[in-house]
T-cell receptor, first 112, second 120 residues
Framework: SQKIEQNSEALNIQEGKTATLTCNYT??????LQWYRQDPGRGPVFLLL?????KEKRKERLKVTFDTTLKQSLFHITASQPADSATYLC???????????FGAGTRLFVKA | GAGVSQSPRYKVAKRGQDVALRCDPI?????LFWYQQALGQGPEFLTY????????KSGLPSDRFFAERPEGSVSTLKIQRTQQEDSAVYLC??????????????????FGAGSRLTVL
């Protein structure tokens, strides 16, 4: 069955450092991979999208890589800030599909 | 509206009661989705509407769960005879993407804040 794996343990880093979150998937051939941010008591908020034929995408302090051979995406936050503390969810889409599937998310804590 | 609105934000039900959760999507968004999120888990797909048509209900856990979107805008998720395992956050999302050749691209979702259901 389709499976998305994200670091189940929380990630604790110091302010100013780069946070790197991992998303691995099996039994799936996504055309798109998305990253969402979720704060406690709120719904997920879309951050970035990368297509299967793209290796890397950047948006301000965020960078996403996508390796379809390894079936893995890495999500980087550079110069991290305490306000970046949240849960980050990886999500996969097929081309023409509408059933986006989500990983369990990784909690990030950035200490001042 | 400017965003996806869900109500109620919190609902406590006694086991066996029926509940109804409402979702008001972004105006003009063709597609509407319901997800269930258990504590510490990611959202799990329940069902999908394109306009008023329910195109996929494969994620609904049992026949106690029913969703509708009669006029292609507001949607209601109804859970009959609630059980303790139904306790979760129910998230609604909408998207401008729809099925068919006129639509392309990823299914970028705009979520509401969710309805937290607690069944005692």
């Amino acid at each position: 069955s389709q499976k998305i794996e994200q670091n189940s343990e929380a990630l604790n880093i110091q302010e100013g450092k780069t946070a790197t979150l991992t998303c691995n998937y099996t039994n799936y051939s996504p055309a798109y991979l998305q990253w969402y941010r979720q704060d406690p008591g709120r719904g997920p908020v879309f951050l970035l999208l990368i297509r299967e034929n793209e290796k890397e995408k950047r948006k301000e302090r965020l960078k996403v890589t996508f390796d379809t051979t390894l079936k893995q995406s890495l999500f980087h936050i550079t110069a991290s800030q305490p306000a970046d503390s949240a849960t980050y969810l990886c999500a996969l889409d097929r081309n023409g599909g509408f059933k986006t599937i989500f990983g369990a998310g990784t909690r990030l804590f950035v200490k001042a | 509206g400017a965003g996806v609105s869900q109500s109620p934000r919190y609902k406590v039900a006694k086991r066996g009661q029926d509940v109804a959760l409402r979702c008001d999507p972004i105006s003009g968004h063709v597609s509407l989705f319901w997800y269930q999120q258990a504590l510490g888990q990611g959202p799990e797909f329940l069902t999908y509407f394109q306009n008023e048509a329910q195109l996929d209900k494969s994620g609904l856990p049992s026949d106690r769960f029913f969703a509708e979107r009669p006029e292609g805008s507001v949607s209601t998720l109804k859970i009959q005879r609630t059980q303790q395992e139904d306790s979760a956050v129910y998230l609604c999302a909408s998207s401008s993407k729809g099925q068919g050749s006129t639509y392309s691209g990823a299914n970028v979702l705009t979520f509401g804040a969710g309805s937290r259901l607690t069944v005692l």
